[in-house]
């Protein structure tokens, strides 16, 4: 009998001695309770407590801390339905207000972190979820810190994970990415066409001015070759005429000049009437009788002299 009451003592010393003493660690913090009623935060490392009297109510770690926000539908503003999950980054920094402000921080961080990302993606279109992300995680953050300032938490920061459509859509933006790759591929190939098109009409144009260009400096060349060879035969009449006439100033010149016409007529004339198919009969028989006379006048003349 005295030993089983000896042993109940002793255990309730030790449960008095370990009730008396409380080791915080420096990850934690502990809050303190007095009778039920806040009394004080415990910050780490080795304090007293008055047994049962004092209590340690409330544990807290002062880490940074990682939370899964679980998926959930979302509808963006033209009414796409996504899956969208993310992780909440926070922080105590008060736990007083976060062991009586509020039941549990972590569920509250998590179901204002969902509400929030509803709204954000419910203002924007599909197409712009996915390069909106860093306005819509600032947003986010904002919101939930702001709604958590009496909790006592500090969110960091917020990152989303995923933005997944439903299959449907995903098909339907695979399509729409290959025709507009299809797109681009046609407008480059336009493009190198009408390049060309351009290339090949400006190599056009450029022989065709080349070949106007020679035919006209051809013409150019040609018209002063003529008009050289017209000055040169004008220059050969002139002198020729000249020479005639000052040979016609000289005794017997004229005379000369007169046989010299004579022969030419009579040259004509027999020419004509060999290539004539019919009889030619020269008008003016008289006047031919005539000609003839002044040949032979001529020529007695020129016998004279």
């Known amino acids: 009998m005295f030993g089983f009451v000896f042993t109940l003592i002793f255990i309730a010393m030790l449960l008095v001695v ?3 003493f409380i080791i915080v660690p ?5 809050i303190k309770q007095r009778l039920g009623r806040f009394e004080k935060t415990l910050e780490p490392g080795f304090h007293f407590m ?3 009297i004092d209590s340690a109510a409330y544990r807290h770690d002062v880490r940074e801390q ?3 926000v679980p998926s959930q539908s979302c509808i963006t503003r033209d009414n796409i339905q996504v899956e969208v999950d993310g992780i909440v980054y926070l922080k105590v920094v008060d736990p007083k207000k976060a062991s009586y402000g509020i039941g549990n921080y972590r569920a509250a961080s ?3 972190a969902q509400t929030t990302m509803r709204s954000e993606i419910g203002k924007l279109a599909l197409d712009d979820t996915f390069s909106e992300r860093d306005r819509i995680n600032e947003n986010i953050v904002k919101e939930i810190d702001r709604a958590s300032d009496p909790w006592g938490v500090k969110v960091i920061r917020y990152e989303i994970m995923n933005i997944t459509p439903s299959q449907r859509v995903v098909d339907t933006m695979e399509k729409q990415m290959e025709a507009e790759r299809d797109k681009r591929a046609d407008i ?5 066409r ?15 001015v080349n070949l106007s260009e020679g035919e006209r400096q051809k013409r150019i060349n040609e018209a002063e070759g003529r008009a050289a060879a017209i000055a040169t035969l004008a220059d050969a009449s002139a002198e020729a005429i000249r020479m005639v006439a000052e040979a016609t100033r000289k005794p017997g010149g004229t005379t000369a000049v007169q046989l010299q016409l004579v022969e030419q007529f009579v040259d004509e004339v027999g020419a004509v009437l060999e290539s004539a198919d019919v009889s030619v009969v020269p008008e003016g028989l008289a006047n031919i009788k005539g000609f003839f006379q002044g040949v032979n006048e001529v020529g007695s003349a020129i016998g004279e002299e």
């Open 188 to 192: 480059v190939i336009s493009s190198g």
């Open 194 to 208: 009408k390049e060309a098109a351009i290339n090949i009409s400006e190599g056009e144009r450029v022989k065709a």
């Open 18 to 20: 370990w009730k008396t």
């Open 66 to 68: 990682a939370i899964d």
């Open 26 to 30: 420096t990850r934690q913090m502990v």
């Open 50 to 52: 008055v047994p049962f």
């Open 110 to 112: 998590i179901n204002l």
